[in-house]
């Protein structure tokens, strides 16, 4: 009987309950009615064997069914670029904005430069739990091996100087709310699609908080493009710009760039900028005050940022319509993903949600607390996260949903880099504590900073804790298995545009020794084998 079709049993349970009681009893004693009647049934599904049900299920469609019914209930498309306006690489501005983002001269005392921490052939980042900006010991030498100079000021000795990771620039034109892991830098408006170019305003560091900052830019990249200068462990450090605000950075730079004024440190000794904005801008006859002003120079380094639109992902095929793009493990990973817990998953499209897997909003997450912090608590070395802006109790140690668009790329990952896998990474959301007890600090680079890592990410952890008591939406505690955790990468590394990993596919967005050096200081960048990016 476990061949017949659910059909034949439906038939053969007909058969059965509407016999006369003394006949039911008569079949049953009688086997070789059975037998017959077994016979034919096993005839009709041979003569049947192409109708969808006595077709044997197939676990492949079975499995591409049930996901295709998420990715339809969740309207996904696979790309989060469409209905936006995006700039090409070889705009004129973009270009300029790839020279503006590679040069030293931006640097306050022109050791360092955009590139620094934000190198195409490492992600978008520089491959480091927590950057390396000023005072390196080789300025040209980018990701592992980068170290800070034990004389620098201000410093623990040799110890990375950035408080947190350096975010991807990958992408960076398909935010809509907020830039940095703490959204310092907001759209007001929020409007979809927009990058915050919707004409409702930008809030920035500069002014206060729910506030529009008039001098913002054209959208959140422009936006962003202003700080990493002012900062100074990032690029402005503690010389030539001693005692300056950031209004006055900005001025001098412009300045020095613009071969005009009297900008603190001197005039470059080789300039010839004026021509490269003179095309960026499309103005052959502009003059350097006019186009070399801090916020054109942001404007294109925004548009070379912008251009950075990494999508082709196999995920995208599979959404699309390629049931091969993926495999089935990927596929498995991806029901975990998608799926609440309630219904078997990790629930992790609650944050990362959409084509672009991120909510743009902020969650206390109590990922491992590392580096020297951004100045919060008593010990000056905690970092508050989104608390710092807006003052929300509910949002201390809250950080800003990553796009796990190219992640595979973009590691360590945390926002301190505390996690060296993607294994590790996803550990750490399912029991943070779990995270911590057993987390390896061999493992650290000893110029991280982790004295008091522990007691920091255990208040993180405390205060999750505390949000879920109190109703406000948080991760809760979720037990896979290995097979499970390994699915979940599985269908995360489908997330990566294979373009990101491949030199000569990310040759258009990289300088080298042949383009044009505009003020010869050019930041070449090697690994710390002394190999070219």
Known sequence: MSNLSLNNSHFISSVLSNSPKKGFKTILRNSSIML?????LAGCNDNNSNTDDNTPVDPVITLDTELREI???????????????LPSIDDPQAQLGMKLFYTKSLGGDLDSACVSCHHPMLGGGDDLALPVGVDAEQPDLLGPGRVHSVTGEHYYS????VPRNSPTTFNIALWDSYMFHDGRVESLGKTPNKNGNDGLGIRTPDVAFGTSDSSAGINLVAAQA??????????KNYTNFEGTTNAEVRDNLAQRIGNYGNPLGGMLAVNDWLVEFQQGFDAPDGTAEELITYNNIAQAIAEYERSQVFVETP??????????????????GAKLFFNSQENGGANCSSCHSGDFFTDEDFHVIGMIQLGRGKGDGESGTEDFGRYRESLDEDEMFAFRTPSLLNVTATGPWGH??????????????????QALDEYDWSQLNPAIHATDSVIFTQRAIDKLVQNRAAGIPSIEDITLTDTEV??????IETLTDPCVEDRECMSQWILDENDNNPDGLRLDAIDQDGNYL
């Open 36 to 40: 017959a009647l077994s016979l034919f």
């Open 486 to 491: 390994a699915e979940l990468v599985a269908f």
């Open 226 to 235: 202003r700080f990493p200068v002012t900062s100074d462990e990032e690029m």
């Open 71 to 85: 990715i339809t209930a969740q309207k996904l498309t696979g790309d989060p670029s469409t209905d936006r306006e």
């Open 158 to 161: 040799g110890a990375a100087t």
């Open 416 to 433: 301190s880099g505390a996690s060296k896998t993607l294994s590790h990474a996803i550990r750490t959301h399912l029991n943070p504590q």
């Open 315 to 332: 995920w995208k095929q599979y959404v699309q319509g390629d049931n091969d793009a993926i495999s089935d493990t990927a596929k498995r």
